[in-house]
């Protein structure tokens, strides 16, 4: 059983210390005068990527390559079905009033490059940079459109920002940071090490524990906030989410991930995962070209696909 205690006391720091990194960074750019645009579109898509991007770096180091990819495949693949779909089944999620094409286009490009690349059979530091490459484009974009809003009008909005308050002490950041800080490489060592205990014991590989045990806990933050979302009628915001984080995930997380050590790709990746990650990455262009709701039936079969493809992963 302690494995497995450990492994979820860690995926509890993982979480917790992501959140107040999210908190402290947010809290110190608007005290010292960056403006909440910038904050948005950098440092909380940055910050609540980390435990995955600390995950990922520690699988690494610690030559369990298996974990950091499926990470971030399981994680994208559970965002779509999961994290989608058992909002959908409390209630519908209206995204046919949504207008995210663009960025969903963007999620679909970075999943063939990522593909494209994972095929190479080794991620490495030059996989990375044009993994990172194509983030910059995709974050020059978003800042660009943003500008353009803003400009047309709208106020530069601290309320998206759930983290941001201007007036929080100093001393209150630096001990947002300093937990964060702490707390990530601490709760991603006790991960990952633990998790890999966990698939020899049950003699499952690393890459199956990294696509379902790992990526799962990592996706509750966005089931999280998309639950929120659907309660409070926000459809755009949940499928924003799923659609950002997967593009962080498969962009950031490996293309940073690469300059600690070289990724190999595992054959069964290229066989079966990847093209599930893609295929649950298309299942969703009703929602998005065609203005359908995503309503409790869609999110019943959604949440179904993610419980079958679990079962025949174990």
Request: aromatic share 8%; charged share 10%; glycine share 8%.
């Amino acid at each position: 059983m302690m494995p497995w205690l450990f492994s979820a006391l860690g995926l509890v720091i993982l979480l917790l210390a992501g959140d107040a990194l999210v908190r402290g960074a947010v809290n110190l750019s608007l005290r010292i005068g960056i403006p909440a645009l910038i904050v948005s579109l950098t440092i909380v898509a940055f910050g609540t990527s980390a435990p995955e991007l600390l995950i990922a770096v520690q699988a690494v180091h610690e030559n369990a390559d298996g974990i950091a990819l499926g990470n971030v495949v399981g994680s994208n693949t559970a965002n779509i079905l999961l994290v989608l779909g058992l909002p959908a089944m409390l209630r519908a999620l209206h995204t046919s009033e949504c207008n995210t094409r663009k960025n969903y286009l963007f999620m679909i490009a970075a999943s063939l490059l990522f593909i494209a690349l994972a095929f190479c059979g080794t991620f490495t530091w030059i996989s990375g940079v044009v993994l990172l490459v194509a983030l910059s484009g995709v974050l020059f974009t978003a800042f660009r459109e943003a500008k353009a809003h803003r400009a047309a009008g709208e106020a530069d909005d601290l309320e998206e920002i759930e983290e941001a308050d201007p007036d929080m002490p100093y001393w209150r950041i630096g001990i947002y940071l300093v937990l964060g800080l702490v707390g990530l490489p601490l709760g991603a060592e006790l991960l990952v090490e633990n998790a890999t205990i966990i698939a020899r014991m049950y003699g499952l590989s690393e890459t199956v524990i990294g696509l379902t045990l790992v990526a799962l806990g990592t996706s509750l933050p966005e089931l999280a906030t998309t639950l929120m979302a659907a309660l409070r009628r926000q459809a755009d915001v949940a499928l924003g989410n799923v659609i950002g984080s997967n593009m962080f995930n498969l962009l950031a997380i490996i293309g940073l991930a690469t300059f600690v050590g070289p990724i190999s790709v595992d054959p069964e990746f290229l066989r079966f995962d990847l093209w599930v990650m893609l295929g649950a990455s298309l299942i969703i262009i009703p929602f998005v070209f065609f203005r359908q709701d995503i309503t409790r039936l869609w999110g019943v079969l959604l949440t179904l696909l993610y419980v079958a493809y679990v079962w025949m992963l174990l």
